[in-house]
């Protein structure tokens, strides 16, 4: 037997055959994030005349597996500021983190009371959610540069500079855009007709009132639940409005209707 | 030979002009030291040397110049914080040095974290260092634990962090008292980040009925040494405040949030009351419990009750001074 220090721990030759070095190479090229493995579905968002409507189901799935089934994909940064997280479960704890620390830290140079307080500065919220989204873009860009993304795409509702209600996204690339509504991930296919129905330009946001946005994201949910066979029956609502965030984080869809199933031909065992 | 002759005549002339110039020295030491103020304490007596440098000792046990941070401490103006059963109130009574200086603006109560607040009396500048000393120190506990820091731990940390500005002699003690409140949450906390709500059944090593967070209520010495407090106060009128804080009874726990804003504001203007001449803002911040008025947060007490609490102070302030003239008015009937 071997008994030279290099042979310590590892397998015998002479009963496994001769080490495969080429295993565990350290030596090799980095490698960060290939790809995402905790993963949430879509999320989606419509803008309506006086804030943003904003939902995701509460499941993280492991590949194909549901394995999570109340994952609060939907995040409050401040009292008018939240965050939709499509993509992978752990960057969004991570950014989570980020984001509790950067609220910490804006609190410190405003931390008198919004309440009553006849000083004109400060009521003013520190970070809006158009700065909030111009931060996320820049970390998300700043770790897409270093080959190491965070895989998510996000989606950041709230209101802008202006006071109108603000919508925008940014993804694991950095790139961002807006529109009166936006979804992420598979929503981007099954949601997105129905809400550019409602809103098709900025101009109509105007005229779209609470509760038919509210109805809109909720008609979306049951057609992703529907569709997509990564969503699930339990989801997470959000109405950002001037008044703060109604976050209703336990819905469940109501009324489902599956009698179109049986009309759909040309998947699993059945012949055509 | 001519050389080596050279040299040594150099030499002995160097050696010269040393001694000369360290003679000199001498001499200027101790003009300077029979001359200084310090000399009450016995000229150049043993225990002057010791004063001049942090991190030695006099021969009877002390650090002087963790005494003089003290005395620094004693010209702030004076801080104080109270214990409440259902939070903490930090008061601070602001001199204002200009009447060029915004009013209500540069808070000198800082916020660490988001359940705690500090306040400090003492050298401005060395109060601020402490303060963000305080904040990495809590983002640093997140960092490591995803949980905000007790306030104990806090409260141990920063005490460290002060004794050792009194261990070397490249650096001065802080010239400021600090006094730490929080509330740390007596929820369930989440772990920073967390997404689900864990398992619904099983113990989770949680123990059934444990009391978790409450008030707390810290002072940190220049010596770094620190206690935890019911009531604490800080500054130039300090013997006031806390005579004043001694008769609210603390140690009971049942004075309430509200009643002790309004304290704190009377006891700041009781304390005010020996450097009258001396502009003053009285800045308060207050932490409650999850379900009192901040939500387990540290703020500012908003305007319209502190400025109740200080329509209340200066009426109980009114109220005694009439109350003396009165009892010397009756004395002095009595003479008669």
């Given amino acids: 037997?071997?008994?030279?220090?290099?042979?310590?721990?590892?397998?015998?030759?002479?009963?496994?055959?001769?080490?495969?070095?080429?295993?565990?190479?350290?030596?090799?090229?980095?490698?960060?994030?290939?790809?995402?493995?905790?993963?949430?579905?879509?999320?989606?968002?419509?803008?309506?005349?006086?804030?943003?409507?904003?939902?995701?189901?509460?499941?993280?799935?492991?590949?194909?597996?549901?394995?999570?089934?109340?994952?609060?994909?939907?995040?409050?940064?401040?009292?008018?500021?939240i965050l939709g997280f499509g993509g992978d479960v752990s960057d969004m704890q991570y950014l989570d983190r980020l984001l509790l620390s950067l609220a910490i830290r804006e609190n410190y140079s405003s931390y008198s009371s919004a309440s009553d307080d006849t000083d004109d500065t400060s009521n003013l919220e520190s970070l809006n959610a158009k700065n909030l989204h111009t931060y996320m873009s820049k970390v998300m860009y700043r770790r897409r540069s270093d080959f190491n993304p965070l895989w998510n795409q996000i989606l950041v509702a709230g209101f802008g500079n202006d006071e109108k209600p603000f919508l925008a996204s940014?993804?694991?690339?950095?790139?961002?855009?807006?529109?009166?509504?936006?979804?992420?991930?598979?929503?981007?296919?099954?949601?997105?007709?129905i809400m550019r129905k409602v809103v098709p330009d900025e101009a109509s946001v105007a005229n779209l009132d609470?509760?038919?946005?509210?109805?809109?994201?909720?008609?979306?949910?049951?057609?992703?639940?529907?569709?997509?066979?990564?969503?699930?029956?339990?989801?997470?609502?959000?109405?950002?409005?001037?008044?703060?965030?109604?976050?209703?984080?336990?819905?469940?869809?109501?009324n489902q209707s599956w009698a179109f199933a049986d009309r759909i031909k040309g998947y699993g065992t059945q012949v055509v | 030979?001519?050389?080596?002759?050279?040299?040594?005549?150099?030499?002995?002339?160097?050696?010269?002009?040393?001694?000369?110039?360290?003679?000199?020295?001498?001499?200027?030491?101790?003009?300077?030291?029979?001359?200084?103020?310090?000399?009450?304490?016995?000229?150049?007596?043993?225990?002057?040397?010791?004063?001049?440098?942090?991190?030695?000792?006099?021969?009877?046990?002390?650090?002087?110049?963790?005494?003089?941070?003290?005395?620094?401490?004693?010209?702030?103006?004076?801080?104080?914080?109270?214990?409440?059963?259902?939070?903490?109130?930090?008061?601070?009574?602001?001199?204002?040095?200009?009447k060029l200086l915004k009013p209500g603006a540069n808070k000198r109560i800082a916020t660490i974290d988001r359940n705690m607040g500090v306040v400090s009396a003492g050298l401005l500048p060395d109060g601020r260092h402490?303060?963000?000393?305080?904040?990495?120190?809590?983002?640093?506990?997140?960092?490591?634990?995803?949980?905000?820091?007790?306030?104990?731990?806090?409260?141990?940390?920063?005490?460290?962090?002060?004794?050792?500005?009194?261990?070397?002699?490249?650096?001065?003690?802080?010239?400021?008292?600090?006094?730490?409140?929080?509330?740390?949450?007596?929820?369930?906390?989440?772990?920073?980040?967390?997404?689900g709500s864990g398992p619904t059944v099983g113990a989770g090593g949680k123990v059934d009925k444990m009391k978790h967070g409450g008030p707390f209520l810290y002072m940190i010495e220049p010596s770094g040494s620190y206690w935890g407090y019911y009531g604490a106060a800080t500054g130039k009128g300090r013997q006031s405040a806390k005579s004043e804080l001694e008769k609210l009874n603390l140690t009971e726990g049942t004075l309430s949030l509200e009643e002790g804003?309004?304290?704190?504001?009377?006891?700041?203007?009781?304390?005010?009351?020996?450097?009258?001449?001396?502009?003053?803002?009285?800045?308060?911040?207050w932490v409650s419990s999850l379900d009192g008025p901040t939500k387990g947060r540290h703020e500012e007490v908003p305007k319209k009750i502190r400025e109740e609490a200080e329509r209340l102070a200066k009426k109980a302030l009114e109220d005694d001074d009439e109350e003396e003239e009165a009892k010397a008015e009756g004395g002095e009937r009595m003479e008669e």
């Fill in chain 2, 130 to 195: 402490f303060t963000s000393r305080a904040r990495d120190e809590a983002a640093q506990w997140r960092r490591m634990y995803k949980a905000p820091i007790p306030t104990s731990s806090l409260a141990d940390r920063m005490g460290s962090y002060i004794q050792a500005y009194t261990l070397y002699n490249s650096v001065r003690p802080f010239g400021v008292t600090c006094i730490i409140a929080g509330w740390d949450s007596e929820a369930e906390l989440a772990v920073d980040g967390q997404v």
């Fill in chain 1, 210 to 254: 609470k509760e038919t946005a509210v109805q809109t994201i909720r008609d979306c949910m049951k057609v992703l639940f529907y569709r997509d066979a990564r969503s699930m029956d339990k989801y997470s609502i959000a109405v950002v409005t001037k008044d703060g965030i109604d976050l209703k984080e336990d819905e469940k869809l109501e």
């Fill in chain 2, 1 to 98: 030979m001519a050389v080596s002759c050279t040299r040594e005549v150099l030499l002995e002339e160097l050696r010269e002009a040393a001694v000369d110039v360290e003679a000199r020295v001498a001499a200027l030491q101790v003009e300077a030291w029979t001359r200084s103020s310090l000399q009450p304490r016995g000229g150049i007596s043993r225990e002057l040397c010791y004063d001049l440098s942090n991190s030695v000792f006099s021969p009877d046990g002390r650090n002087f110049q963790v005494e003089y941070a003290v005395k620094a401490v004693e010209n702030g103006g004076t801080a104080i914080g109270i214990r409440c059963k259902d939070g903490v109130v930090l008061a601070l009574e602001k001199l204002v040095s200009s």
């Fill in chain 2, 261 to 285: 804003v309004k304290e704190a504001a009377r006891i700041i203007y009781i304390a005010h009351e020996d450097s009258k001449d001396k502009d003053f803002e009285l800045e308060m911040t």
């Fill in chain 1, 1 to 81: 037997m071997n008994h030279l220090p290099q042979a310590w721990g590892r397998p015998r030759d002479d009963v496994y055959g001769a080490y495969d070095h080429s295993y565990f190479q350290t030596s090799g090229p980095k490698q960060s994030t290939q790809q995402p493995i905790v993963t949430g579905t879509s999320v989606i968002a419509i803008k309506f005349k006086d804030g943003v409507v904003i939902a995701t189901d509460n499941l993280a799935s492991y590949g194909s597996l549901a394995r999570f089934t109340d994952v609060k994909r939907l995040r409050q940064f401040n009292k008018s500021t």
């Fill in chain 1, 170 to 193: 940014v993804d694991l690339l950095g790139t961002t855009f807006s529109s009166p509504s936006l979804a992420t991930g598979f929503g981007a296919h099954l949601a997105q007709p």
